[in-house]
């Protein structure tokens, strides 16, 4: 034991070596030993590295120098020169349009300039029509507001027309009439049809004027259809308020007045009919004359040769024209298909050619298709009021029975 070693060694002598290592496993660390040598060690830490200076703590280190490198350059291609202007062919813009078969549009009093070739593509919007009635070209009458003559002269004609888009190349106009009355058709050929064609409405359907605006709305230029006396009247009976030659004079005008007064908007007469009272002069010359003075137009429809309208246009007053080509005939559709191809060979050698046809499910139907691809064939489709507001007081077109 300690205690006894301590008694029997003697004063000042040293213990042996197993005594002192005995001794010090004997010796208890306690905790505030412990707190004061790690308190130790972190001072001497502290010391060494604020005079070394190396945070590292006497680790080995080394300093390397960065050196930035230019990028290096890829090899680029030379440019080749530009292209010289071939010496041979087209120099000019309008050589150029005139060599490519391309349609320029450009506003008017411009043109194609020296160097380059500019194509202004014509509106995608959809033409509007005015308003109808318009109250400065509207009149109260014994059956209802019929249309008139405005101040200066202001026609209904050109009111109430469909604008010809711009553009060149041969021109076609179709009217198709008998509309109104079958709904069915009326609704075909409004939806189907280009915008262009002209439709001609009889005058006993019913709710006529919504039915008409609805077509305007669609861009279709409207017409009136007049009941007109054909030579085996009354077997062939176009309604009750035909015009007839064996009638008074004012007793048709009257006649007329009520058909007029059956819807508005529209910019001229067809004749519905009326191969007999179209050949008679002195029944047909008021008729018109009464037309032309309110500022109408009118339309021969071309299924009578013995028409006179064309012949009493300039003493009447009033513009006429008169259908080249009656499309449906001959009521198939290879013969629709086969008039429509004359219609347009007549175009290109005249400019301009006129047809007509009803309003059949056949006839809307071949007209539809033919017109879809009319304007890539370099075929302009026109209203029918571009034949009555031409040169001069009446536009002719005279032409044989098909």
């Known amino acids: 034991m300690a205690t006894d070693d301590i008694l ?3 004063l000042g002598a040293k213990p042996a070596s197993g005594q ?22 972190l001072v001497v830490g502290v010391s060494i590295l604020a005079v070394a200076g190396d945070p590292e703590g006497g680790e080995p280190s080394a300093v390397a120098a960065i050196t930035l490198r230019e990028p290096v350059a890829t090899p680029v291609a030379p440019i080749a020169d530009k292209p010289q202007r071939p010496t041979t062919g087209p120099s000019s813009a309008d050589e150029v349009e005139s060599a490519s078969g391309v349609t320029v549009f450009r506003p008017t009093g411009t043109s194609a300039p020296s160097e380059a070739v500019v194509i202004q593509v014509p ?7 005015a308003s109808a009635p318009d109250p400065r070209l509207v009149e109260r009458g014994r059956h209802g507001n019929v249309p008139r003559l405005g101040d200066s002269r202001l026609r209904p004609l050109d009111v109430y027309a469909r604008p010809e888009a711009a553009g060149s190349g041969p ?5 198709v009439s008998g509309l109104g009355i079958g709904q069915a058709a009326t609704a075909s050929a409004i939806a189907r049809l280009p915008p262009a064609i002209s439709l001609a409405f009889a005058p006993y359907g019913g709710d006529l004027e919504r039915t008409v605006a609805r077509a305007r709305e669609a861009g279709h230029e409207a017409l009136l259809q007049a009941p007109m006396e054909p030579f085996d009247y009354p077997d062939s009976d176009p309604g009750p308020q035909t015009l007839l030659t064996s009638s008074r004079t004012p007793e048709n005008l009257d ?25 008679d002069a002195a029944a047909l010359e008021p008729v018109l004359r009464e037309i032309g003075a309110r500022g109408l137009g009118f339309v021969d429809d071309g299924t009578s040769p013995r028409s006179l309208a064309g012949t009493l246009a300039a003493k009447a007053k009033v513009p ?3 259908a080249e080509i009656v499309l449906d005939a001959l009521a198939r559709p290879e013969a629709i298909d086969r008039e429509l191809a004359r219609l347009e ?4 050698q005249k400019g301009f050619a006129l047809g007509s ?13 033919w017109a879809a691809d009319a304007e890539a064939r370099g075929i302009r489709l026109v209203p029918v009021s571009v034949a009555l507001r031409g040169a001069g007081a009446a536009t002719r077109l005279s032409s044989a029975k098909p």
């Open 320 to 322: 006429v024209a008169r």
């Open 171 to 175: 021109r076609v106009a179709i009217l």
């Open 345 to 348: 060979a007549q175009a290109r």
């Open 357 to 369: 046809a009803s309003a059949m499910p056949m006839s809307i139907d071949r007209i539809a298709r």
């Open 255 to 279: 006649r007329l007045s009520w058909i007029m007064s059956r819807f508005s908007g529209f910019v001229g007469i067809v004749n519905y009919m009326g191969a007999k009272l179209t050949s």
């Open 20 to 41: 002192r290592l005995r001794s010090l496993r004997q010796v208890r660390v306690t905790a505030p030993m412990l707190l004061g040598g790690l308190v130790s060690g």
């Open 123 to 129: 509106s995608a919007a959809p033409i509007k029509l």
């Open 8 to 10: 029997t060694r003697p």
